[in-house]
């Protein structure tokens, strides 16, 4: 195991480590989950934006065919438009503006504060291997399983962490995103 691998992997450096185990986060930390989570906003936002485009779309399409109809009642338009404006109004339009008013609004609420858990123990590296029935494929995911809480990995993890060695894992609870990490004991 190299304390460089482990560095690079959970991108943290001495000082990050320091921070951790005192139970924060260090600046660097701060300012990488800050730019992380602003640029999720800016996106949210834009979907939540194309959201309310849509719900007021439909609205827009048939005040401008209703427009020169008004005087017939529209009575030359085939039922079948007549039935897909009706949909549009009644389904899509809430919906959309539901969803977008919701996306939006959680893109405007205040920066997440960030708590540095630690969790101890001797580490198992768990290797799930599962089937998609549509695309008939095999897919592996890697789960680092330590004092009771679990990691989703890449399988690179198993190249510098031994099976049972004893590790301080440094993590977010809400996200389970690794801070840092360092070994305590070599296992068996």
Known sequence: MSDEQLRK???????????NRNGYLSERQQ????ADEAFWKK???????????VAFLPVLIIGLKAAPCIADLC???PSSLRAFNLILIILITPASLYFGIRVIRGALKPQKVFSVQKVEGPINIVKDKSYNSTSHMYTESHELHVGGEEF?????????????????????????????????????
């Open 9 to 19: 992997y959970f991108d943290f450096n001495e000082g990050d480590l320091f921070d």
């Open 31 to 34: 300012k990488r989950l800050a």
């Open 43 to 53: 996106l949210s936002l834009i979907f939540g934006i194309l959201l309310l485009v």
């Open 75 to 77: 009575s030359e338009w």
């Open 152 to 188: 989703d990995e890449d399988e690179e993890v198993a190249d510098f962490m031994m099976q049972g060695d004893i590790y301080a894992i440094y993590y977010i609870k809400e996200s389970m995103t690794i801070l840092s990490a360092e070994l305590l004991a070599s296992g068996k």
